[in-house]
């Protein structure tokens, strides 16, 4: 079965500094995607970022950045330069491509950012 | 460009009650979703439609029924409602032609079975 794991339930992170959110995630598939969702406290699901298992390069979105480890199975978001508006909880999630409808999410993370 | 609207924002239901939650999205996505999320949890796929005039089930199927109306809309409906599908339900669409789709969501509707 699919899984994805997020050990932090919650964080705290200064203003300006950076934080790295943990994901790991368990599947025998070769070929999948791992995405990143953020939700603030309004409740809508916002997409962050996307990386292919078979991407060589780290994906990157402004302040965001995945660290991908594949032979660890993990994917772990950096946010850089963090700001108060990047509280919010965030999701791990992942896609396979034998179906790639189904996406396995993970508990999420709740980050605070302290001022 | 609305991306995907939920109706209603805002459910309570008695138990045994029956209520169809409505989506639509125009972004022309082949793809949509029905999700619920519960405290301390991330989402679970309910069912989805990976094209007009298909349906498939999801995690957690049971107590819920689905219509892809077109390709612009689907419906979600608790035919008898009970309070274990007490709940936040969105919706999503997606391109759905393969594992890099980014699923784009709704803004929510907040269940209450009583």
């Known amino acids: 079965a699919q899984k994805i794991t997020q050990t932090q339930p919650g964080m705290f992170v200064q203003e300006k500094e950076a934080v790295t959110l943990d994901c790991t995630y368990d599947?025998?598939?070769?070929?999948?995607?791992l995405f990143w969702y953020k939700q603030p406290s309004s409740g809508e699901m916002i997409f962050l970022i996307y990386?292919?298992?078979?991407?060589?390069q780290n994906a990157t979105e402004g302040r965001y950045s995945l660290n991908f480890q594949k032979a660890r199975k993990s994917a772990n978001l950096v946010i850089s330069a963090s700001q108060l508006g990047d509280s919010a909880m965030y999701f791990c999630?992942?896609?396979?491509?034998?179906?790639?409808?189904?996406?396995?999410f993970g508990s999420g993370t709740k980050l605070n950012v302290k001022p | 460009n609305a991306g995907v609207t939920q109706t209603p924002k805002f459910q309570v239901l008695k138990t045994g009650q029956s209520m169809t939650l409505q989506c639509a999205q125009d972004?022309?996505?082949?793809?949509m979703y029905w999700y619920r999320q519960d405290p301390g949890m991330g989402l679970r796929l309910i069912y989805y439609?990976?094209?007009?005039?298909?349906?498939d089930k999801g995690e957690v199927p049971n107590g819920y029924n689905v219509s892809r109306l077109n390709k612009r809309e689907f419906s979600l409906r608790l035919e008898s409602a009970a309070p274990s599908q007490t709940s936040v339900y969105f919706c999503?669409?997606?391109?759905?032609?393969?594992?890099?789709?980014?699923?784009?969501f709704g803004p929510g509707t907040r269940l209450t079975v009583l």
């Open positions: 439609s990976a094209s007009e005039g298909t349906t």
């Open positions: 999503a669409s997606s391109g759905g032609r393969d594992k890099s789709d980014t699923q784009y």
């Open positions: 972004m022309n996505h082949n793809s």
């Open positions: 599947t025998s598939d070769q070929s999948y995607g």
């Open positions: 990386q292919g298992s078979y991407d060589e």
């Open positions: 999630a992942m896609s396979r491509d034998y179906n790639f409808n189904k996406f396995y």
